[in-house]
């Protein structure tokens, strides 16, 4: 099967996590866009979503499924996403498509958090996929020489040659030669660093559940 197929096969999965009349937290990314359309087919039993980025609510409202505002919501069933990385402890690394904000705080109004990825994705040791952290535009030096001073090399992600700028008005950082074997501790720690918006260590808004592609099939893995 091809990364793509296992994909949709993921997103098809995720549908037995959708409670009928409910209001469905929605990640970003191409996992969660075979999601999406799956979702369609079952549009009319659900309420609508919750999306983490402008690229996701586009899509599924193109596709007829309402979204709602986080703030109209008090708390979600259900997240579905995809991940960059995700470890045995359901510990992960997001923010690949820069939509990593939106997508912890959406995950954190969640009582689940299914992830959904292709085999590629399960790692040892978080840290092979280079760190995505959303900073504040004037902080972005300073927190480069931060990462340098624990052994990261922090590069600003460009887009059409200018400053990514993400659905909040800010930049990315992605940082490479990290190996975080304590998540936990590292998030703690990387959000205590003033113009942090959001590092893409998934930690404290670990998966539940990860429905993972293999070429035999979905594996479940509960944490
Ligand atoms: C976006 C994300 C995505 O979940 C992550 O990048 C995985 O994307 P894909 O499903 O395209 O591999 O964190 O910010």
Not at 39 to 52: E, H, N, W, Y
Not at 145 to 165: E, S, T, W
Not at 197 to 218: I, Y
Request: proline share 3%.
């Amino acid at each position: 099967m091809t990364q793509d197929e296992l994909k949709a096969l993921v997103g098809q999965a995720a549908l037995k996590y959708v409670q009928a009349g409910g209001i469905i937290g929605v990640g970003t990314g191409s996992t969660v866009n075979k999601f999406i359309d799956a979702l369609a087919t079952m549009k009319d039993r659900i309420q609508g979503a919750v999306s983490s980025s402008t690229a996701s609510t586009e899509r599924l409202k193109a596709l007829g499924i309402p979204v709602f505002d986080a703030n109209e919501v008090d708390d979600l069933a259900v997240y579905i996403d995809g991940a960059d990385e995700i470890d045995n402890r359901g510990y992960m690394i997001k923010g690949g498509g820069a939509a990593l904000t939106r997508e912890k705080i959406v995950a954190a109004q969640s009582q689940r958090f299914v992830c959904i990825a292709d085999e590629s994705k399960l790692v040892g040791v978080l840290g092979r996929f280079p760190l995505p952290v959303e900073v504040i535009p004037m902080a972005a030096r300073r927190l480069m020489r931060q990462f340098a001073a624990m052994g990261g090399i922090a590069q600003l992600r460009m887009k059409d040659g200018q400053p990514l700028v993400t659905d909040n008005g800010q930049h990315i950082l992605d940082v490479t030669g990290l190996t975080l074997s304590e998540p936990l501790r590292f998030e703690n720690e990387v959000n205590q660093w003033p113009g942090v918006v959001t590092v893409g260590v998934f930690a404290h808004q670990k998966a539940s559940v990860c429905l993972l592609g293999t070429a035999q099939g979905v594996r479940t893995m509960t944490f």
